[in-house]
Structures are given as structure tokens and as C-alpha cells.
């Protein structure tokens, strides 16, 4: 009894005259009562049997245990009221004013009963009484979340994790395109900003003409194959699949790009997630067809005929701006690649149009030369010379006359602090490099493709 850490209170104390067995309980010491409203350690620590220092329970004879001074009811009760016969362990026991101590009495009540007063046995009882795991959910609730799991709406799957999603949507304009393959759908992920771009429609094709560029354009999320994909969307509505492949990439205040007019209407009216379906939609499925098998991997079969977008509206109206007439069947991987390389070279002289036209602007207040009427490759060479006069060659004086290369270099000391030499030298560099690269092309594309007489 000695190594017990838990304390027997005996109904008839021992004799004072008779030396103690070892048997013998020994009075329990004064215990201090928790704080109101609280449990108490000991009695979680009855509970739940973790503490190493836990108290533990002894049934012998008529003990009792004081539960008032485990739980820690208050106001507390008379000790009669609290004390309570284990040795019986009857269903009748007296009730009990707190659960915890009701709990308590039921797990002892299921013990078995106490073996004889041996110290053998003593020691055995004195052993914690099992408890069942922690964690373990209770077969009603795990029933329910199995079910939850395999019958939940597809709204409520929607938005699973939709607070990160949702803030991406608002910040970047995120917008979901659906795109139909041969054999599934698949779900990807673009920046809807640049479909809004008023000059979208000129250059949203050149993203996808090669996979290098793609990559930082558009995402694939998931990619589904259908056994019999007519029946995932049609006229009755969409397929449990289909659905729930949208309703798990859909974040709140998303738009969901689509290739047909007609699933449009039927995403809007099964799920009510608004759908986009336009001129520049179309040219964004025209990309994803053109690099299908870089984009899907798992995608193993081929477009149609009939299912094939033949021509996008951008190249040919690229093409027809450098004066070359495009049909559909002329259309090949080739000449996409050329025309995104000549929209790159537009997409330079754009960018460097404005600061260059701002630097432009102190040619007539600090030279009296009027700019207005230059091309791009006219003034940027004039603002090299006027940085660097000791480094001008004769083919970039010849574009000039020799009165405007002497203001050049006689008023070059002006313009220290009004314009930015290293700008200006990038932008004239990157100008002509994209110049020589266009004329090659248009030189290309001369051989392959017939003159456009216009409408």
C-alpha cells in the first residue's frame, strides 16, 4: 500500500492500540477545493487516465471516495450527500449533482467486482480502468459523416476552401474556362483581365502560339475523360460528373469561359454560375485546340474536322493588315509562329511609343525641331544621336538632314537632366532588332501566302 498514490477512507477506523496493517486506509489529507465553475484536475485526470499523476481508484469494503473534493461542486453538498458506497457498485446508487461525478460513478458501476482483501489484489485494483480512445467518434456520428461525404450538394463542394480562392478572384480577375476535348473536359485557370482589354482581340491569340508563352498564361486544374461524353452536357442538363468537376474549381464571383452558346445557357440555368461565350472566347478555345496535347497530356485522340476552330480572327486580321490574304485551309503551325513573332515586334514599338513621344516633345522647345510627324525608328535614333553625338554613324545621320544632325550635337549639353540616356539606348536597340526581325518575316511570308486586295 505503500507505493498507491491514491488514498482509502475506511467507515470503522482502526484502533489506535493495534499496530497498522498494511491494509489499514489511511486518512485522506486536507484537500483544497478548485475555483468555482471549473473542473478539477484530479477528477480530469480520473477521467481520463493520461496524467501520469493521476489519482487512482481503490474499491475495498465499505471505502468510499469523497467526489465533492474531485469536481468541485458548488455550493458543495453535505458529505453524506457525496460520499458514495463503491463497494456495492448498484445501479441504485444515489444521484449525483454534477455529471462529471455521474460519469465517474458509471464507469466504477461497470467494473468488475473487487477481488478478496489480499494485497495482491489490492494492488490490482489500485490499476486505472480502461478507457476507450479519444478520438474515436461515437457510430451515429461517423454514420453521418460518411454520408455527408458521399451525398453532400454540389454547392457545398464548391466551396470548399473558396475564402484563399475568392480573394484571388477579386484581386487578379481569375476566370475558369471549361474546354472540351475529344474525349473529356478539362478546367483551366486565366487572368479574365486581359478578355476585357479593349484591344483583346488583336493579340489574346499570340499567347498561345508557343508553349513557352502559354505556360504563363493560362493553368490546367483537372482534366476529366467521359466514356460517353454526349450525355455530360446536353438539352436535360448536365451530368453529376460535370458538375461537380465545375463546382470544385468555381470560387465565389468567378466567371466560367465556355466554347458553345448553348453551355452557357445550361450552366447558368443548372448552376447558376454566370458564363462568358464571345468573339475573344472563341479565339482563347482556338489556343487551347492549337497546343491541346501540350496543355492535356492525358488528352491521346485528335480533334475532327468538324470540331476543330479552323481560323482565328486574330492571325487573320494580322495578316491582312501586313497586306497578305489568309485562308482558313492555309493556316498551319508555321505561320502562327510567325505571326506571333510579328505581333511581339508590335508589342514593342507599343511599348516604347509613349516615353519616347515624352522625350520627343523637348526636341522642339530646346532645338525647334518638330518631331510630331516621326515614325517610331526616326525618333529614337534622333534621341541616340542627341545622347551619344561622338558615336553617330553615316546611316543614322543620312536620315536626316544636315541641319538637324548640327542642333544634335550643338544643343546635346541641353537636354542633361530632360531625358535618360540608358532609356533612351535600350529602346533604340530593342527598335531596331525588331524592326530587321519583322522585315524578315513579311519577307517569308511573302513566298507562302498570296496578296490581300482588300474588301
Known sequence: ???????????????????????????????????????????????DGEREGAPEVAVQGSAAIDLCSLCGCQPPLPLGAHLLPMAASSPSAPPLACSPSRRLLSRLAAAPPAPSPSRAATRSCLTPLPLPPRHALPPSRARRAAAGRRGCTLQMRGRRNQGEGARDVQRYGIISVLFETPSGFAIFIMPGGDLKRPDAMKDIWSYFGFPDMVEKFV??????????????????????ELAELIMRWFRPGQKVAVG????????????????????????????????????????KLNFRNEDRILMSQGPKMLLNRYGFDVKPEMVNARIIRMACILVNCEFIYEKHSKPLRMAGANLKDLSGINSEDWDLMKLATALKIICYPAERTIS????????????????????????????????????VRARKKSASIHKILENMLPAYEGE
Open 1 to 47: 500500500m505503500g507505493g498507491a498514490r491514491g488514498w482509502l477512507r475506511d467507515a470503522s477506523p482502526a484502533s489506535s492500540s493495534s499496530p497498522p496493517s498494511p491494509l489499514t486506509a489511511r486518512p485522506l489529507p486536507p484537500r483544497r477545493r478548485p475555483a468555482p465553475g471549473k473542473n478539477s484536475d484530479a477528477l480530469r485526470d480520473v477521467l
Open 219 to 240: 493553368s490546367m486544374c483537372e482534366f476529366r475523360e467521359f466514356k460517353h461524353k454526349p450525355s455530360a452536357i446536353n438539352d436535360t442538363g448536365l451530368s453529376f
Open 260 to 299: 458553345k452558346p448553348e453551355y452557357k445557357g445550361i450552366i447558368e440555368r443548372t448552376l447558376g454560375i454566370p458564363c462568358l461565350f464571345d468573339e475573344i472566347v472563341m479565339e482563347v478555345m482556338w489556343g487551347l485546340q492549337n497546343l491541346m496535347h501540350f496543355l492535356v497530356p492525358q488528352e
Open 396 to 431: 543614322e545621320a543620312v536620315i536626316f538632314t544636315q541641319d538637324e544632325v548640327k542642333k544634335f550635337v550643338r544643343d546635346a549639353h541641353k537636354y542633361v537632366g530632360k531625358i535618360s540616356k540608358e532609356i533612351c539606348l535600350s529602346a533604340y536597340y530593342e527598335i
